[in-house]
C-alpha cells in the first residue's frame, strides 16, 4: 500500500542533526552542488565528495535533486572509511522512475537497495556484504514508482539494523550484528560501479553513529515540505498552491505572475492547510476564484483539489469557456452524482459519489481524447473528443463559469448548508496532457496533506 508522511507536525525549528555526521551531499545548497560540473561536494567537513559518472541530471528547484538512468550513471566515492564498521546511520532521499537492482545508498561492505526481484516485491533491502543473502532484510513496507521517500538504516554491533521510512521505524533485523567488512566507501545510485539507480536521489547522509528514533524524525521533519511538495513543473502556466488568509488575491507561485482575484465575500478556512471557501448557497451566488489566464490549444491539464457537493445546478467546478459558439473547456456536475467536463455542448459525462470530502481531481484534454482523475485513479473511460479550435478570452474561473456569450458569470458552486460550502485548496493548470507517472506524482505530493 503506498506509503503516507508521518502525522508528526513539522514545526520551523526542526533542524538537521550535526553530531557525528560524517557525510552530508545536498543538492540544495551551491556549497554541495553549484549546478554544472562532475563532483557532488561533501559538506560535513570530511570531504568525502562523490563523482558524478556520466553526467546524471541534475535538477534545480524544489527540491534539487539528480537523476540517475539506471544503464551508465552513478556516484562514485574512493575515500575509505566513510561508513563506520561497528556503528551508522545512513539516509537518503530517494524516487523511483522504474524497478529494477536501484541501489540508493551502497558501497564496499554495505548497500541499501531495491533487488533484483524489485517489480515482484517492490521492498528495500539491506545489509553487509559478507552476510550470506543480499536479500536477508527486507523492508516491511512496498515502495512505489514516481513517489519520494526517506530511507534511513541505523546500525550498531549492538543493536543490529533498524530500518525508517519516512521517519517512522518500518522493521528491525537483529540475526547479524557483525561489523560492515571491505573499505566501507560510499557509492549513491550503484553498487561499486553495477546495479544502477533508475530514479532519482535528493539528500544524502551519513553518521558515524547509530541515531535514535527521535533523531531520526527530527531529520525526516527538516526536510519533508520540500520532499512532499514536488508537483510537476513542466508546462506548468499558474500554481495557485497555498491559500491566502486575508485579502482577495491568491498568489501564483509558478512564477509566471498569474495570480487570482477572489470575487465575491468568499472566506478563508485554516483546515488541511488552508483553503478558499465559496459562500454560495445556490448557483446564482456571487463568490467564486478568477484567473488572468486562457487556454490557448487543445491540450491542457486542469487540477484542482476541493470539497464540493452541490445541491444547486449546474454547480461549476471551473470554467474556461464561451458556450454559443462550443468555445474552450468547463467542467459542472448537472446532478449530485453527474459530472461533465470537455467541450461546451459535448461533454463527456461520468458518475461519482456525491460527498463532501476534500479530493484531488485531474482532467486531462489531450486533443481529442479526455480523461478524467480522481485521487491519483482514473475514473470512467477516456473519451473521444471534437478537435477544439475555438478558445476563450474571458479569463479562467473556479467555482463558476461565464454566460453563455462568455463574459460574466453564472452557475457557482453551491451547497444550501452553510457548513458544507465548496472549498478550492489547491488548483493548476498545465498547458500540456500530464502523464500517468506525472497524474501519480502530483496526486502523491497532495495526499498527505488533505487525508487521501
Excluded at 459558439?325 to 459525462?349: R, V
Aim: charged share 10%; aromatic share 12%; proline share 3%.
Amino acid at each position: 500500500m503506498p506509503l503516507r508522511f508521518s502525522s508528526s507536525v513539522l514545526t520551523a525549528t526542526a533542524t538537521l542533526v550535526t553530531s557525528n555526521l560524517v557525510l552530508r551531499l545536498d543538492p540544495d545548497l551551491a556549497s554541495s552542488y553549484s549546478g554544472s560540473g562532475s563532483t557532488w561536494t561533501d559538506i560535513a567537513g570530511t570531504a568525502d565528495n562523490i563523482t558524478l559518472v556520466n553526467s546524471p541530471t541534475y535538477t534545480s528547484g524544489t527540491p534539487s535533486y539528480f537523476t540517475f538512468n539506471g544503464s551508465n550513471q552513478y556516484g562514485s566515492g574512493t575515500t575509505t572509511g566513510v561508513v563506520n564498521s561497528t556503528a551508522y546511520t545512513k539516509s537518503a532521499w530517494f524516487y523511483l522512475n522504474g524497478y529494477q537492482d536501484n541501489n540508493i545508498f551502497s558501497g564496499d561492505g554495505h548497500f541499501i537497495y531495491m533487488g533484483n526481484q524489485a517489480s515482484i516485491d517492490k521492498k528495500i533491502y539491506c545489509g553487509h556484504a559478507d552476510w550470506p543473502l543480499f536479500t536477508a532484510y527486507p523492508s516491511t513496507a512496498t515502495i512505489n514508482l514516481n513517489t519520494w521517500y526517506n530511507v534511513t538504516l541505523t546500525f550498531s554491533t549492538t543493536n543490529g539494523m533498524t530500518l525508517y521510512i519516512n521517519g517512522v521505524q518500518d522493521s528491525t533485523y537483529t540475526v547479524r550484528k557483525t561489523a560492515v567488512p571491505g573499505t566501507r566507501t560510499a557509492n549513491i545510485a550503484a553498487y561499486s560501479t553495477g546495479n544502477l539507480l533508475n530514479g532519482r536521489v535528493g539528500k544524502v547522509l551519513c553518521y558515524s553513529a547509530e541515531l535514535t528514533a527521535g533523531e531520526v524524525l527530527q531529520n525526516f521533519n527538516a526536510d519533508k515540505s520540500t520532499y512532499a511538495s514536488a508537483i510537476v513543473t513542466s508546462g506548468l502556466q499558474f500554481n495557485l498552491q497555498t491559500a491566502p488568509t486575508s485579502g482577495t488575491t491568491w498568489t501564483d507561485t509558478s512564477g509566471n505572475g498569474r495570480n487570482a482575484t477572489l470575487v465575491g465575500s468568499p472566506s478563508y478556512v485554516s483546515n488541511n492547510g488552508g483553503g478558499i471557501r465559496l459562500n454560495n448557497e445556490n448557483g446564482s451566488g456571487t463568490d467564486y476564484i478568477s484567473v488572468p489566464y486562457n487556454i490557448a490549444s487543445n491540450t491542457v491539464t486542469v487540477e484542482v483539489v476541493a470539497s464540493f457537493n452541490p445541491t444547486s445546478f449546474w454547480g461549476t467546478i471551473w470554467g474556461n469557456e464561451i458556450y454559443n459558439t462550443d468555445g474552450g473547456y468547463l467542467a459542472y456536475m448537472d446532478n449530485s452524482t453527474n459530472l461533465n467536463y470537455g467541450i461546451p455542448n459535448n461533454e463527456t459525462s461520468v458518475t461519482i459519489t456525491d460527498s463532501n470530502a476534500i479530493r484531488h481531481w485531474i482532467f486531462v484534454i489531450d486533443g481529442t481524447q479526455a480523461s478524467l482523475f480522481l485521487n491519483g485513479s482514473q475514473i470512467g473511460t477516456t473519451a473521444t473528443i471534437s478537435n477544439q479550435t475555438i478558445f476563450a478570452t474571458g479569463d479562467f474561473y473556479f467555482g463558476a463559469r461565464h454566460l453563455n456569450d462568455g463574459t460574466g458569470l453564472t452557475d457557482t458552486m453551491n451547497n444550501s448548508n452553510s457548513a458544507d460550502y465548496p472549498v478550492f485548496y489547491q488548483m493548476r493548470v498545465y498547458n500540456k496532457a500530464l502523464s500517468g507517472a506525472e497524474i501519480t506524482q502530483n496526486y502523491n505530493a497532495v495526499k498527505g496533506t488533505y487525508g487521501l
